[in-house]
């Protein structure tokens, strides 16, 4: 499997239909383009999905990609615009280099540190909102530059470069206009392109002369945007498109970068967007909370939000949509069990059976690329019950399940985790608030835990016969518990948690919930108890007891279980249901359906699937007894035997 494979599972259908639509300007004409957004916690494959926009990109397109996560990239959205104006500025094969000579200006005037700075901060801005080229107005520019200049502000050869901008606003190339500049501030300490980092440098006062700094340095680049799109649409080489890829949106500069751009989209007065903006953001940003629904939220009110799209939906929106909101969230989820096989045969990884990485992962792609590439790098085959414990590489002591989570939970405190490693012995979220004492009442931690998950995209939805039920998100859940299980403090570990929590049911009267716990104790005894009332005499079972038997099985069988690996599942399942004394004519068959459901119920549990005969064969010893809620039991052989 290549990198590339593994990394972009998530994100198929965004990288070609989504991007060439918007990339594209049908006819030269500007139209109105999303924001777009793709979204996802750490390892979702957002990165490598920039990288193949990138490369989708290569031919003919200017591009510029920034990383606001990179420390030598971390700038003030003034100077991070101006980076981006070199990048797309640079020669493209095919394309017609992108000019910006009142970016470049503003940057030069800006740059310096006029003991007038309001006054002429407003000159500048009103330069930028005339309709008329900035050369006819040069004694005006030329005369801002010298309120600028030495000996506090732009050094003396600055009047002479603003004159040669001004001369080539019409007829001089890129690379003749900066030829000018450096032969005129030849010898001079300091080179017209450095002026982003001088802008970055420069203290503007306060934050709002900060942004009117950053609102005057957007209008330029917009404008200029305009001018070489429009200004002579029938040149042979003119560009009819280009992109600006963010990455990492979700920190300070980013949101802030996105704020300022948008303003200046809202302000310019030119019909339509020139370049098509696609970022990635690992965490929820609150400028989306009127237009679209935070994943792992149920729905609410009469007419709930939308969902961010699925890369199906992109890909389906990249034919039809005509008309686009300013943001467009794109949320890759988990894959299915079809697409997550398909990654899985490309990889052809020895030893591994296909199903398993669905199973384990439930489609995380984060996931799926370290439960694929971990035992793809080892000289022999992993046993797949012990993938999790595997080394995540041959020189370190991680195991596969610490590198997973510790990619997962990287921003999350320490002892933040800890607590959710024990609130992970939980169903859904119910323990969140407190995790060590489910009994006191949330401490602050319960919604500092839950806000994180939520907006770093590690809930999600499940269904329950209540409503749509938040728990955490599966693979996160299957690694915290792998965590607790190999916890070696008794009073924090797995059995004290799982003691604690069914105590907490118990007492409050919610018997499946205690049971569920027991079972993760290993007290298959008490769940057989439990779930053997209706096939404890002849009298006959209907369908509504036989429904809710079952909801009742289905749920505590899903408990987790650390079950020593020493026997194969068959054999587990007779250790485990021969302790168990029969409880009426079927008190066999339920003991070993249990047991088997538990096992099974674990991806690692039984990897090769050689329990499906032993589930039908208890399955269909139940359906014998009397009654119409035999069919449903019936419903189930069928199933398992499919």
């Not at 003396?156 to 606003?169: K, M, R």
């Not at 007065?269 to 009127?290: C, E, K, P, Y």
């Not at 994943?295 to 961010?308: K, Q, V, Y």
């Not at 006959?540 to 408990?559: F, H, S, V």
């Amino acid at each position: 499997m290549s990198g590339d494979d593994s990394a972009l599972a998530g994100f198929r259908g965004v990288t070609t239909g989504l991007v060439d639509e918007l990339v594209k300007r049908p006819g030269g004409r500007a139209r109105t383009l999303p924001l777009v957004v793709a979204l996802g916690s750490r390892g979702t494959g957002k990165t490598a999905l920039l990288g193949r926009v990138r490369d989708r990109c290569a031919d003919g397109v200017p591009l510029a990609l920034l990383d606001f996560e990179d420390p030598a990239g971390v700038r003030r959205p003034g100077a991070a615009l101006a980076g981006i104006a070199l990048d797309l500025g640079r020669d493209v094969p095919g394309a017609d280099r992108i000019a910006f000579p009142r970016l470049w200006l503003c940057a030069l005037v800006l740059a310096g540190d006029p003991g007038d700075r309001d006054g002429a901060l407003a000159e500048l801005r009103d330069l930028m909102s005339e309709d008329h080229l900035l050369e006819r107005h040069r004694p005006r520019v030329l005369e801002l530059v010298r309120l600028v200049g030495e000996p506090d502000g732009l050094p003396g050869w600055a009047p002479s470069a603003t004159g040669v901008l001004l001369h080539g606003l019409d007829w001089f190339s890129r690379r003749r206009l900066l030829r000018a500049v450096r032969q005129v501030t030849r010898g001079a300490p300091r080179d017209p392109r450095d002026l982003p980092a001088a802008l970055d440098r420069v203290d503007r006062g306060s934050p709002a002369d900060r942004r009117a700094v950053d609102n005057t340095l957007f209008d330029a680049f917009l404008a200029d945007l305009h001018r070489h799109f429009t200004g002579r649409a029938d040149h042979p080489r003119r560009s009819a498109r280009c992109a600006v890829l963010l990455d990492n949106v979700h920190t300070g500069e980013g949101k802030a970068f996105l704020t300022s751009y948008l303003a200046a989209r809202e302000r310019s007065a030119a019909v339509g967007d020139h370049v098509a903006v696609i970022a990635t953001s690992r965490t929820w940003n609150t400028d989306w909370d009127d237009a679209w629904r935070r994943p792992g939220t149920p729905a609410g009110g009469t007419a709930p939000l939308p969902l961010p799209r699925t890369p199906e939906d992109a890909e389906r929106d990249a034919r039809s949509a005509t008309e686009w909101r300013p943001w467009y969230l794109v949320h890759p989820g988990h894959l299915n069990a079809a697409d997550t096989e398909d990654v899985v045969v490309r990889a052809a990884v020895p030893g591994l059976p296909r199903s398993l990485p669905h199973r384990l992962t439930r489609g995380h792609p984060g996931g799926l690329r370290i439960v694929l590439d971990v035992p793809a790098g080892r000289e022999s085959p992993v046993a797949p019950r012990r993938l999790l414990s595997a080394r995540a590489s041959p020189a370190g002591n991680a195991s596969l399940a610490d590198e997973a989570l510790a990619q997962l939970l990287r921003d999350l405190p320490a002892e933040r985790v800890e607590d959710l490693v024990t609130a992970s012995a939980g169903r859904g979220v119910e323990f969140l608030p407190d995790p060590t004492a489910p009994d006191a009442g949330p401490p602050d931690g319960g919604d500092e835990l839950h806000a994180f998950l939520l907006d770093h995209f590690l809930l999600t939805l499940e269904p329950d016969e209540n409503g749509p039920r938040v728990v955490l998100d599966p693979w996160l859940r299957t690694l915290l518990l792998h965590r607790l299980a190999h916890r070696e403090d008794p009073a924090r570990g797995w059995d004290a948690v799982h003691r604690r929590y069914r105590d907490h049911h118990e007492a409050r009267g919610r018997t499946t919930e205690a049971r569920y716990h027991d079972l993760a104790l290993g007290d298959v005894r008490s769940v057989v108890a439990h779930l053997a009332g209706p096939f404890t005499s002849d009298g006959p079972l209907d369908q509504p007891t036989a429904r809710g038997w079952l909801r009742e099985l289905d749920l505590i069988t899903g408990a987790p279980n650390r079950l020593p690996r020493d026997h194969d599942p068959l054999t587990q399942v007779e250790l485990l249901a021969e302790g168990v004394p029969p409880t009426g004519p079927h008190g066999a068959a339920l003991a070993r359906l249990v047991a088997a459901l538990w096992i099974a119920g674990d991806p690692l549990g039984d990897p090769e699937d050689t329990l499906r005969g032993r589930v039908e064969h208890a399955y269909s010893r139940l359906s014998q007894h009397s009654g119409q809620g035999s069919i449903l039991l019936y419903d189930r052989v069928e199933r398992y035997r499919a």
